[in-house]
Nanobody, 120 residues
Framework: QVQVVESGGGLVQPGGSLRLSCAAS????????MGWYRQAPGKQRELVAT???????NYVYSVKGRFTISRDNAKNTVYLQMNSLKPEDTAVYYC??????????????WGQGTQVTVSS
């Protein structure tokens, strides 16, 4: 069994910062790419940022320069540092990890989501 659990969401004022964390645990052989998606009310889920196990990153244009994705491979954890938050960043943020378990092929695991609300 594999679990992916996010934490760190909450309510923040415009211009503020939040740091999301996501830890993968369980029967894990290796973790490849990890990433963050978000889904705002009435909108489709969108990619926010991804990071490879080698540390290469990719961001959606709307968060470039404000958000930073990073990972700690020893802890099977990915982070999303969000600065200069805007009301349009309000969404449920989901973590995903591409994980290989012994004897199985790589598949994507998703967390349950954490709410981020940016409002004054």
């Amino acid at each position: 069994q594999v679990q992916v659990v996010e934490s760190g969401g909450g309510l923040v004022q415009p211009g503020g910062s939040l740091r999301l964390s996501c830890a993968a645990s369980g029967s894990i052989d290796r973790i490849y790419g990890m990433g963050w998606y978000r889904q705002a009310p009435g909108k489709q889920r969108e990619l926010v940022a991804t990071i490879t196990n080698g540390g290469s990153t990719n961001y959606v244009y709307s968060v470039k320069g404000r958000f930073t994705i990073s990972r700690d491979n020893a802890k099977n954890t990915v982070y999303l540092q969000m600065n200069s938050l805007k009301p349009e960043d309000t969404a449920v943020y989901y973590c995903t990890a591409d994980i290989a378990r012994a004897g199985t092929s790589v598949r994507s695991y998703w967390g349950q989501g954490t709410q981020v609300t940016v409002s004054s």
